[in-house]
C-alpha cells in the first residue's frame, strides 16, 4: 500500500510539473505571439546574419535566394517587416505549388532571378515595423510591398468576447497579397508559426508551414 501511494504522488508531482511547464510555454506565447526567445547578440544581428544563423537550418532555402538574387541588401535596409519563408514554403514553390506532388523539386538556380526577386519583394513591407500587438490593434490595414502591390495585415485577438479582459487563445496575424485583377485570379493568404522576431533592422514574421513563396 505505501509504495503504491508513494506512485501516486510521484505521477502527481510529474502531472503538475507538465501543467506548469506548459502554463508558463502558453503565457511567453501569449506575450509575443511567438515563443521567439532571442538572445541580445541575435537582436543585434542583421536579417540575413540571423536567418543564415538558424541552428535548425530553417531558412537555408531563404537565404539560398537571397544569395542567388544579390538580395542582401535588400532584407538589411533599415525599417522594414519581413515576412520570412521557411524551407517547407520555398519546397512547394520548387514543386510548382502542388507539396503532394511526386516531381522532383525544381533547382532554385534553374529558376530566373527576375522571378526570384520579385516574389522576395512580396514578402518585404518597406518603411514601417508591424508588430503583433500593432497588427491586432489596427484589426486590418493595407499596406505596399516592395514591389508597390497592395498587402492586406489582419490582426485577430484572441479576447473573443466584447467588452471582456479574458484571453482564449493566442493572438495571431494573417498575410493577404492581393493579386493584380485580370492577371492573377485569387489573393494569397497565410497565417504565421512566429510572431515579432527583432534584428537590428526590421521585425520579423515567420509564415506557416502551409505557406507557399511562390504564391505570395
Known amino acids: 500500500m505505501k509504495n503504491y501511494i508513494s506512485k501516486t504522488k510521484f505521477i502527481i508531482a510529474i ?3 507538465c501543467f506548469a511547464i506548459a502554463s508558463c510555454q502558453k503565457k511567453d506565447y501569449f506575450n509575443d505571439g511567438g515563443i521567439s526567445r532571442q538572445s541580445d547578440l541575435e537582436k543585434n544581428m ?6 543564415a544563423s538558424r541552428q535548425n537550418h530553417m531558412f537555408d532555402s531563404l537565404v539560398k535566394i537571397i544569395n542567388l538574387t544579390n538580395g542582401k541588401a535588400l532584407v538589411n535596409q533599415s525599417n522594414i517587416t519581413f515576412y520570412a519563408c521557411p524551407n517547407s514554403a520555398v519546397m ?19 529558376i530566373g532571378v527576375d522571378t526570384l526577386t520579385m516574389l522576395l519583394k512580396r514578402f518585404i513591407l518597406v518603411n514601417d515595423q508591424v508588430s503583433l500587438d500593432r497588427a491586432v490593434s489596427d484589426k486590418n490595414k ?31 496575424m494573417i498575410y493577404e497579397h492581393r493579386k493584380i485583377k485580370l492577371k492573377d485570379s485569387i489573393n ?13 533592422n526590421a521585425i520579423l514574421h515567420v509564415l506557416g508551414d502551409g505557406a507557399n513563396f511562390g504564391g505570395g
Open 92 to 110: 512547394r514553390f520548387q514543386r510548382r505549388f502542388l507539396p503532394s506532388d511526386k516531381q522532383a523539386p525544381r533547382p532554385l538556380s534553374k
Open 15 to 17: 502531472g503538475i510539473l
Open 188 to 200: 494569397y493568404t497565410a497565417g504565421m508559426q512566429t510572431h515579432n522576431l527583432v534584428t537590428a
Open 142 to 172: 493595407a499596406y505596399k510591398d516592395y514591389n508597390t502591390d497592395s498587402l492586406i495585415i489582419y490582426g485577430v485577438s484572441g479576447i473573443t468576447n466584447p467588452g471582456s479582459s479574458v484571453r482564449t487563445s493566442a493572438d495571431y
Open 46 to 51: 542583421s536579417t540575413y546574419d540571423f536567418l
